[in-house]
Protein backbone atom coordinates (compact mmCIF):
# COMPACT_ATOMS: atom_id res chain seq x y z
CA UNK A 1 0.00 0.00 0.00
CA UNK A 2 1.32 3.30 -1.04
CA UNK A 3 1.84 6.20 1.52
CA UNK A 4 -0.86 8.46 -0.32
CA UNK A 5 -3.37 5.33 0.14
CA UNK A 6 -2.53 5.18 3.56
CA UNK A 7 -3.11 8.36 4.26
CA UNK A 8 -6.83 8.43 2.54
CA UNK A 9 -7.21 5.77 4.40
CA UNK A 10 -6.68 7.78 7.96
CA UNK A 11 -8.75 10.71 6.82
CA UNK A 12 -11.63 8.27 5.91
CA UNK A 13 -11.51 6.71 9.54
CA UNK A 14 -11.21 10.15 11.10
CA UNK A 15 -14.10 11.21 8.87
CA UNK A 16 -16.45 8.45 10.42
CA UNK A 17 -15.20 8.53 13.76
CA UNK A 18 -15.89 12.48 13.94
CA UNK A 19 -19.63 11.62 12.07
CA UNK A 20 -20.19 9.10 14.70
CA UNK A 21 -18.98 12.05 17.78
CA UNK A 22 -21.17 14.34 16.12
CA UNK A 23 -24.20 11.69 15.70
CA UNK A 24 -23.97 11.10 19.23
CA UNK A 25 -23.34 14.51 20.49
CA UNK A 26 -26.66 15.19 18.26
CA UNK A 27 -28.46 12.65 19.37
CA UNK A 28 -27.94 13.26 23.01
CA UNK A 29 -28.82 16.79 22.64
CA UNK A 30 -31.94 15.89 21.19
CA UNK A 31 -32.81 13.23 23.87
CA UNK A 32 -32.24 16.17 25.99
CA UNK A 33 -34.39 18.68 24.90
CA UNK A 34 -37.09 16.11 24.56
CA UNK A 35 -36.57 15.15 27.95
CA UNK A 36 -36.28 18.98 29.22
CA UNK A 37 -39.61 19.32 27.01
CA UNK A 38 -41.68 16.58 28.86
CA UNK A 39 -40.83 17.78 32.21
CA UNK A 40 -41.81 21.00 31.42
CA UNK A 41 -45.60 19.44 30.26
CA UNK A 42 -45.28 16.80 33.69
CA UNK A 43 -44.46 20.06 35.49
CA UNK A 44 -47.29 22.13 33.61
CA UNK A 45 -49.76 18.79 33.98
CA UNK A 46 -49.33 18.68 37.67
CA UNK A 47 -49.35 22.28 38.28
CA UNK A 48 -53.38 22.28 36.97
CA UNK A 49 -55.77 20.31 39.70
CA UNK A 50 -57.90 17.83 38.59
CA UNK A 51 -61.71 18.34 40.05
CA UNK A 52 -64.83 16.23 39.86
CA UNK A 53 -68.08 17.78 38.25
CA UNK A 54 -71.66 17.25 38.35
CA UNK A 55 -74.64 18.49 35.76
CA UNK A 56 -76.89 20.32 37.97
CA UNK A 57 -80.34 18.33 37.87
CA UNK A 58 -83.55 20.24 36.45
CA UNK A 59 -86.41 20.96 39.01
CA UNK A 60 -86.64 19.96 42.64
CA UNK A 61 -87.55 16.64 43.98
CA UNK A 62 -90.68 18.38 44.94
CA UNK A 63 -93.02 21.28 43.84
CA UNK A 64 -94.28 21.72 47.01
CA UNK A 65 -93.01 23.71 50.36
CA UNK A 66 -93.04 22.06 53.82
CA UNK A 67 -93.67 24.11 56.40
CA UNK A 68 -94.37 23.04 60.65
CA UNK A 69 -96.98 25.26 62.37
CA UNK A 70 -99.02 24.85 65.41
CA UNK A 71 -103.10 25.09 65.44
CA UNK A 72 -105.00 27.01 67.27
CA UNK A 73 -108.47 27.54 67.82
CA UNK A 74 -110.94 29.87 65.79
CA UNK A 75 -112.00 31.43 68.20
CA UNK A 76 -110.04 31.46 71.80
CA UNK A 77 -112.13 33.26 75.13
CA UNK A 78 -111.36 33.47 78.80
CA UNK A 79 -114.80 33.80 80.74
CA UNK A 80 -114.65 36.11 83.52
CA UNK A 81 -117.66 37.50 85.83
CA UNK A 82 -118.97 40.99 85.60
CA UNK A 83 -120.51 40.60 89.29
CA UNK A 84 -119.37 39.51 92.66
CA UNK A 85 -120.79 37.38 94.80
CA UNK A 86 -120.66 33.08 95.39
CA UNK A 87 -120.60 30.59 92.42
CA UNK A 88 -124.08 28.71 93.51
CA UNK A 89 -123.72 26.06 90.77
CA UNK A 90 -121.55 25.22 87.52
CA UNK A 91 -122.96 23.18 85.03
CA UNK A 92 -120.37 22.56 82.08
CA UNK A 93 -116.97 21.08 82.94
CA UNK A 94 -113.72 21.04 80.95
CA UNK A 95 -114.45 19.29 77.28
CA UNK A 96 -117.83 19.77 77.20
CA UNK A 97 -119.09 21.06 73.99
CA UNK A 98 -121.86 23.82 74.67
CA UNK A 99 -123.98 25.99 72.09
CA UNK A 100 -123.50 29.68 72.11
CA UNK A 101 -125.74 31.24 75.16
CA UNK A 102 -126.27 28.14 77.01
CA UNK A 103 -125.17 28.00 80.66
CA UNK A 104 -122.68 27.73 82.31
CA UNK A 105 -122.50 28.74 85.89
CA UNK A 106 -124.87 30.63 88.69
CA UNK A 107 -123.64 33.83 90.91
CA UNK A 108 -125.66 34.17 94.01
CA UNK A 109 -124.72 38.20 94.49
CA UNK A 110 -127.82 39.28 97.46
CA UNK A 111 -125.72 42.48 97.70
CA UNK A 112 -126.77 43.29 93.65
CA UNK A 113 -130.34 41.56 94.79
CA UNK A 114 -130.85 43.80 97.75
CA UNK A 115 -129.78 47.06 95.61
CA UNK A 116 -131.91 46.20 92.41
CA UNK A 117 -134.56 46.00 95.35
CA UNK A 118 -133.85 49.60 96.92
CA UNK A 119 -133.43 50.85 92.86
CA UNK A 120 -137.05 49.84 91.73
CA UNK A 121 -138.31 51.91 95.32
CA UNK A 122 -136.36 54.52 94.96
CA UNK A 123 -137.94 54.95 91.05
CA UNK A 124 -141.28 54.35 92.60
CA UNK A 125 -140.76 57.09 94.83
CA UNK A 126 -139.63 59.50 92.13
CA UNK A 127 -142.52 58.20 89.70
CA UNK A 128 -145.14 59.03 92.45
CA UNK A 129 -143.70 62.72 92.85
CA UNK A 130 -143.54 62.94 89.62
CA UNK A 131 -147.45 62.66 88.69
CA UNK A 132 -147.55 64.94 91.85
CA UNK A 133 -145.49 67.83 90.10
CA UNK A 134 -146.91 67.63 86.67
CA UNK A 135 -150.37 68.38 88.33
CA UNK A 136 -149.07 70.61 90.48
CA UNK A 137 -147.63 72.28 87.21
CA UNK A 138 -150.10 72.11 85.22
CA UNK A 139 -152.57 73.24 88.11
CA UNK A 140 -150.31 76.45 88.16
CA UNK A 141 -150.40 77.30 84.53
CA UNK A 142 -153.99 77.37 84.66
CA UNK A 143 -154.42 79.73 87.12
CA UNK A 144 -151.89 81.66 85.14
CA UNK A 145 -154.19 82.77 82.68
CA UNK A 146 -156.56 84.07 85.21
CA UNK A 147 -153.72 85.77 86.93
CA UNK A 148 -154.17 83.91 89.93
CA UNK A 149 -150.92 83.31 91.02
CA UNK A 150 -147.78 85.18 89.91
CA UNK A 151 -145.37 84.37 87.02
CA UNK A 152 -142.34 83.21 89.85
CA UNK A 153 -144.64 80.81 91.48
CA UNK A 154 -145.75 78.89 87.97
CA UNK A 155 -141.98 78.77 86.85
CA UNK A 156 -141.01 77.48 90.18
CA UNK A 157 -143.78 74.66 89.66
CA UNK A 158 -142.44 74.37 86.30
CA UNK A 159 -138.68 73.40 86.79
CA UNK A 160 -140.03 71.53 89.84
CA UNK A 161 -141.73 68.94 87.22
CA UNK A 162 -138.94 69.08 85.22
CA UNK A 163 -136.18 68.10 88.04
CA UNK A 164 -138.48 64.91 89.20
CA UNK A 165 -138.50 64.05 85.53
CA UNK A 166 -135.15 64.07 85.20
CA UNK A 167 -134.50 62.01 88.91
CA UNK A 168 -136.83 59.51 87.40
CA UNK A 169 -135.14 59.30 84.25
CA UNK A 170 -132.00 59.04 87.21
CA UNK A 171 -132.92 55.76 89.08
CA UNK A 172 -134.75 54.60 86.01
CA UNK A 173 -131.20 54.07 84.65
CA UNK A 174 -129.72 53.03 88.03
CA UNK A 175 -132.62 50.10 87.84
CA UNK A 176 -131.51 49.30 84.50
CA UNK A 177 -127.59 49.28 85.67
CA UNK A 178 -128.55 47.08 88.60
CA UNK A 179 -130.95 44.59 86.18
CA UNK A 180 -127.55 44.12 83.62
CA UNK A 181 -125.36 42.87 87.27
CA UNK A 182 -127.96 40.69 87.79
CA UNK A 183 -128.04 39.44 84.82
CA UNK A 184 -124.53 38.57 84.80
CA UNK A 185 -124.89 35.89 87.52
CA UNK A 186 -125.85 33.94 84.34
CA UNK A 187 -122.66 33.15 83.24
CA UNK A 188 -123.81 31.95 79.53
CA UNK A 189 -121.34 30.99 76.78
CA UNK A 190 -120.06 33.98 74.21
CA UNK A 191 -119.80 31.66 71.15
CA UNK A 192 -119.97 27.07 69.97
CA UNK A 193 -117.24 25.23 71.24
CA UNK A 194 -115.79 23.79 73.82
CA UNK A 195 -114.71 24.34 77.44
CA UNK A 196 -111.17 23.42 78.27
CA UNK A 197 -110.92 24.73 81.06
CA UNK A 198 -112.71 25.24 84.49
CA UNK A 199 -111.46 27.71 87.70
CA UNK A 200 -114.55 27.31 89.67
CA UNK A 201 -116.13 25.46 92.00
CA UNK A 202 -119.37 25.74 93.95
CA UNK A 203 -119.36 28.56 96.83
CA UNK A 204 -115.86 30.29 95.78
CA UNK A 205 -115.93 33.55 95.87
CA UNK A 206 -116.18 35.74 92.48
CA UNK A 207 -114.77 39.71 93.34
CA UNK A 208 -115.14 41.71 90.27
CA UNK A 209 -114.34 44.48 91.88
CA UNK A 210 -112.22 47.22 89.37
CA UNK A 211 -109.55 47.41 91.90
CA UNK A 212 -108.64 43.75 91.60
CA UNK A 213 -107.63 41.23 89.16
CA UNK A 214 -110.39 39.63 87.82
CA UNK A 215 -110.88 35.36 88.15
CA UNK A 216 -111.23 33.37 85.11
CA UNK A 217 -114.13 31.13 85.64
CA UNK A 218 -114.09 28.80 82.46
CA UNK A 219 -112.00 29.07 79.14
CA UNK A 220 -113.46 28.21 75.75
CA UNK A 221 -111.91 27.51 72.41
CA UNK A 222 -114.26 27.53 69.22
CA UNK A 223 -112.66 24.14 67.18
CA UNK A 224 -115.14 23.51 64.47
CA UNK A 225 -112.00 25.28 62.24
CA UNK A 226 -108.64 25.63 63.30
CA UNK A 227 -106.63 28.46 62.02
CA UNK A 228 -102.53 27.67 61.46
CA UNK A 229 -100.00 30.17 61.33
CA UNK A 230 -96.90 29.37 59.96
CA UNK A 231 -93.32 31.59 58.33
CA UNK A 232 -92.98 30.79 55.25
CA UNK A 233 -89.81 32.04 53.87
CA UNK A 234 -89.91 34.96 51.94
CA UNK A 235 -88.21 33.14 48.41
CA UNK A 236 -91.21 31.14 48.03
CA UNK A 237 -93.22 34.33 49.26
CA UNK A 238 -94.93 34.28 46.00
CA UNK A 239 -96.69 31.01 46.67
CA UNK A 240 -98.89 32.37 49.07
CA UNK A 241 -102.43 32.98 47.02
CA UNK A 242 -105.32 33.89 49.36
CA UNK A 243 -107.34 30.76 48.39
CA UNK A 244 -104.96 28.49 47.54
CA UNK A 245 -105.05 24.57 48.80
CA UNK A 246 -103.27 23.27 51.50
CA UNK A 247 -102.69 20.22 53.49
CA UNK A 248 -101.93 19.48 56.87
CA UNK A 249 -100.25 15.70 58.04
CA UNK A 250 -99.84 15.40 61.75
CA UNK A 251 -97.22 12.76 63.15
CA UNK A 252 -100.19 11.28 65.51
CA UNK A 253 -102.62 10.44 62.15
CA UNK A 254 -99.68 8.77 59.81
CA UNK A 255 -101.08 8.03 56.12
CA UNK A 256 -103.38 10.61 56.74
CA UNK A 257 -103.44 14.23 55.41
CA UNK A 258 -106.41 17.21 56.01
CA UNK A 259 -107.54 19.74 53.63
CA UNK A 260 -106.80 23.27 54.40
CA UNK A 261 -107.35 27.24 52.46
CA UNK A 262 -104.80 29.98 52.98
CA UNK A 263 -106.98 32.58 53.69
CA UNK A 264 -104.62 35.13 53.85
CA UNK A 265 -101.62 36.86 54.71
CA UNK A 266 -99.34 39.55 56.63
CA UNK A 267 -98.38 41.10 52.87
CA UNK A 268 -95.63 42.36 54.74
CA UNK A 269 -91.97 40.76 55.36
CA UNK A 270 -90.70 40.22 59.32
CA UNK A 271 -87.15 42.27 59.14
CA UNK A 272 -86.21 40.19 61.78
CA UNK A 273 -86.61 36.70 60.21
CA UNK A 274 -87.29 37.45 56.52
CA UNK A 275 -90.57 35.23 56.80
CA UNK A 276 -93.97 35.94 55.65
CA UNK A 277 -96.79 35.01 58.20
CA UNK A 278 -99.63 33.18 56.29
CA UNK A 279 -102.40 31.81 57.80
CA UNK A 280 -104.34 28.06 56.91
CA UNK A 281 -108.03 27.17 57.99
CA UNK A 282 -108.94 23.92 57.90
CA UNK A 283 -112.44 22.75 58.85
CA UNK A 284 -112.68 20.13 61.73
CA UNK A 285 -116.33 19.14 62.23
CA UNK A 286 -115.27 15.63 64.06
CA UNK A 287 -113.18 17.61 66.29
CA UNK A 288 -110.26 14.93 65.04
CA UNK A 289 -107.88 18.07 65.72
CA UNK A 290 -106.90 19.62 68.87
CA UNK A 291 -105.44 23.13 69.45
CA UNK A 292 -102.00 23.62 70.16
CA UNK A 293 -101.69 20.05 67.98
CA UNK A 294 -97.85 20.59 65.73
CA UNK A 295 -98.98 19.76 62.22
CA UNK A 296 -96.89 20.13 58.90
CA UNK A 297 -98.12 22.66 56.45
CA UNK A 298 -97.71 21.34 52.55
CA UNK A 299 -97.92 24.17 50.47
CA UNK A 300 -98.38 24.14 46.62
CA UNK A 301 -95.05 26.05 44.85
CA UNK A 302 -96.26 27.38 41.49
CA UNK A 303 -94.24 26.24 37.93
CA UNK A 304 -93.06 29.37 37.28
CA UNK A 305 -90.31 28.89 40.64
CA UNK A 306 -87.72 27.58 38.52
CA UNK A 307 -84.69 25.59 40.53
CA UNK A 308 -82.19 22.84 40.33
CA UNK A 309 -80.22 20.69 42.74
CA UNK A 310 -76.80 19.84 43.49
CA UNK A 311 -74.82 18.03 46.07
CA UNK A 312 -74.42 19.59 49.31
CA UNK A 313 -70.67 18.97 49.00
CA UNK A 314 -70.16 21.59 45.88
CA UNK A 315 -71.23 24.81 48.46
CA UNK A 316 -68.41 27.26 49.46
CA UNK A 317 -69.48 29.27 52.38
CA UNK A 318 -66.93 32.57 51.74
CA UNK A 319 -67.70 36.06 52.95
CA UNK A 320 -69.14 37.26 50.52
CA UNK A 321 -71.70 34.48 50.36
CA UNK A 322 -72.60 31.36 49.25
CA UNK A 323 -70.67 30.42 46.37
CA UNK A 324 -70.38 27.39 43.81
CA UNK A 325 -67.86 26.65 41.51
CA UNK A 326 -68.35 25.97 38.07
CA UNK A 327 -65.78 25.25 35.19
CA UNK A 328 -65.70 27.40 32.10
CA UNK A 329 -62.80 27.43 29.62
CA UNK A 330 -61.23 25.14 31.56
CA UNK A 331 -60.94 27.88 34.52
CA UNK A 332 -62.99 27.80 37.65
CA UNK A 333 -65.45 30.26 37.87
CA UNK A 334 -67.17 31.62 41.76
CA UNK A 335 -70.90 31.67 41.15
CA UNK A 336 -72.95 33.25 43.72
CA UNK A 337 -76.42 31.19 44.28
CA UNK A 338 -80.11 31.44 46.58
CA UNK A 339 -80.51 28.32 48.18
CA UNK A 340 -83.79 26.83 48.71
CA UNK A 341 -84.48 23.79 50.50
CA UNK A 342 -82.27 21.89 52.16
CA UNK A 343 -82.62 17.89 51.46
CA UNK A 344 -79.93 16.52 53.64
CA UNK A 345 -77.31 15.22 50.78
CA UNK A 346 -78.66 17.58 47.80
CA UNK A 347 -79.57 21.17 48.33
CA UNK A 348 -82.13 23.17 45.81
CA UNK A 349 -80.53 26.29 44.05
CA UNK A 350 -82.72 29.15 42.99
CA UNK A 351 -80.67 31.32 41.40
CA UNK A 352 -76.95 31.36 40.17
CA UNK A 353 -76.98 28.00 38.21
CA UNK A 354 -77.98 26.46 34.99
CA UNK A 355 -78.64 22.67 34.41
CA UNK A 356 -76.21 22.70 31.52
CA UNK A 357 -73.28 24.27 34.09
CA UNK A 358 -70.34 22.14 35.38
CA UNK A 359 -70.34 22.46 38.60
CA UNK A 360 -66.92 21.39 40.75
CA UNK A 361 -67.60 18.60 43.86
CA UNK A 362 -65.90 19.27 46.99
CA UNK A 363 -64.09 22.15 45.57
CA UNK A 364 -60.92 23.39 47.81
CA UNK A 365 -61.18 26.55 50.61
CA UNK A 366 -58.47 28.05 48.80
CA UNK A 367 -60.06 27.96 45.00
CA UNK A 368 -60.63 31.23 43.12
CA UNK A 369 -61.60 32.65 40.27
CA UNK A 370 -59.88 31.89 37.24
CA UNK A 371 -57.86 28.87 38.48
CA UNK A 372 -56.91 26.43 35.67
CA UNK A 373 -58.70 23.38 36.05
CA UNK A 374 -58.72 19.60 34.57
CA UNK A 375 -61.89 18.13 34.73
CA UNK A 376 -60.85 14.53 36.16
CA UNK A 377 -64.24 12.61 35.05
CA UNK A 378 -67.80 14.35 34.87
CA UNK A 379 -70.74 12.88 36.79
CA UNK A 380 -74.13 13.00 34.49
Not at 2 to 10: L, N, P, Q
Not at 176 to 181: A, G, S
Not at 354 to 363: G, L
Request: avoid cysteine; charged fraction near 20%; proline fraction near 4%.
Amino acid sequence: MTASRRRHVALVAVGVVVGALALGIVSGLRARSAASTALRQTTTEAAVARVRVVSPKAGAPTQEILLPGTTQAFSDAPIFARTSGYVKAWHADIGAHVKQGQLLADIESPEVDQQLQQARADLETAQANLRQAQITAERWEALLKTDSVSKQETDQALSAFHAMKATVDSNAANVRRLEQLQGFEKISAPFDGVVTARNVDIGVLINAGANTAGRELFHMAAIQTLRVFVAMPEIYSRAARPGSAATLTLEEFPGRSFAGKLVRTANAIDLTSRTLLVEVDVDNPGGELLPGAYVFVHLKLPGQIASVTVPASTLLFRAEGLQVAVVRNGQAQLVPVAIGRDYGESVEILSGLQPTDQVIVSPSDSLTSGTQVRIAGATP
